[in-house]
């Protein structure tokens, strides 16, 4: 079983940039995609964004769109969510996941634990 971790939350003020990292445990980290997703407050889960296992395919939701960034280092086991001019709304627990294949089409089988991001001046 894959294990997922999250890193790099915490307060930022509106407008500021962040970069959420999540490293995983096992040497087939590369055969699979990965998902970003988060809960707002009292709010059911949103997904942000994915990234194929090759990295030719991406998808953002429209809030994600032209500020955040997914990347991926295969060699460092390790998804990175690159965020930029944040916005309150962006406030939530930040959690990644493991796709069953390389497709970010496909479901998805392992979470972390997540790491919270407060948006707030």
């Known amino acids: 079983q894959v294990q997922l971790v999250e890193f790099g939350g915490g307060l930022s003020q509106p407008g500021g940039s962040r970069r959420l990292s999540c490293a995983a445990s096992?040497?087939?980290?590369?055969?699979?995609?990965k998902t970003w997703a988060r809960q707002a407050p009292g709010k059911g889960l949103e997904w942000v964004s994915g990234?194929?296992?090759?990295?030719?395919?991406?998808y953002y939701t429209g809030a994600a769109k032209g500020r955040f960034t997914i990347s991926r280092d295969n060699a460092k086991n390790t998804v990175y969510l690159e965020m930029n001019s944040l916005k309150p709304e962006d406030t939530g627990l930040y959690y990644c996941?493991?796709?069953?294949?390389?497709?970010?089409?496909?479901?998805?089988?392992?979470w972390g634990k997540g790491t919270l991001v407060t948006i707030s001046s």
């Open positions: 996941a493991k796709h069953l294949t390389n497709s970010i089409a496909s479901g998805m089988d392992s």
């Open positions: 990234i194929s296992s090759d990295v030719r395919v991406t």
């Open positions: 096992g040497s087939t980290f590369g055969n699979y995609a």
